[in-house]
Nanobody, 124 residues
Framework: QVQLVESGGGSVQAGGSLRLSCAGS????????MGWFRQVPGKERELVAT???????RYTDSVKGRFTISKDIAKNILYLQMNSLKPEDTAMFYC??????????????????WGQGTQVTVSS
């Protein structure tokens, strides 16, 4: 059974940093596409970043240069290092997985597994 559990969210002032983690079980990160998405109430879920089976990364324009997605295959943990946080980064952040695949999509609908989410709040 695939499970994803996020942690690391919290409240921080603008300019600060947070690192999100996503611990996975029931599959291997080495042959999966992993992603971070975020959602604000009343708005659609937004792709933040993805990392493919072979480590290729992709970011939405608004976080390029500030956020870094990475994974520890041995521990089956996905990370999102967030620096220079802005109030507009405030959202619920979700980890997602598309398992047993070389294909790494950008649409949330193409990811089969999701974590419960972790809240990130950035104050000005």
């Amino acid at each position: 059974q695939v499970q994803l559990v996020e942690s690391g969210g919290g409240s921080v002032q603008a300019g600060g940093s947070l690192r999100l983690s996503c611990a996975g079980s029931g599959f291997t990160y080495s042959y999966s596409c992993m992603g971070w998405f975020r959602q604000v109430p009343g708005k659609e879920r937004e792709l933040v970043a993805t990392i493919s089976s072979d480590g290729n990364t992709r970011y939405t324009d608004s976080v390029k240069g500030r956020f870094t997605i990475s994974k520890d295959i041995a521990k089956n943990i996905l990370y999102l290092q967030m620096n220079s946080l802005k109030p507009e980064d405030t959202a619920m952040f979700y980890c997602a997985a598309r398992v047993v695949t070389w294909y790494c999509p950008t649409r949330g609908a193409d990811f089969a597994y999701w974590g419960q989410g972790t809240q990130v709040t950035v104050s000005s």
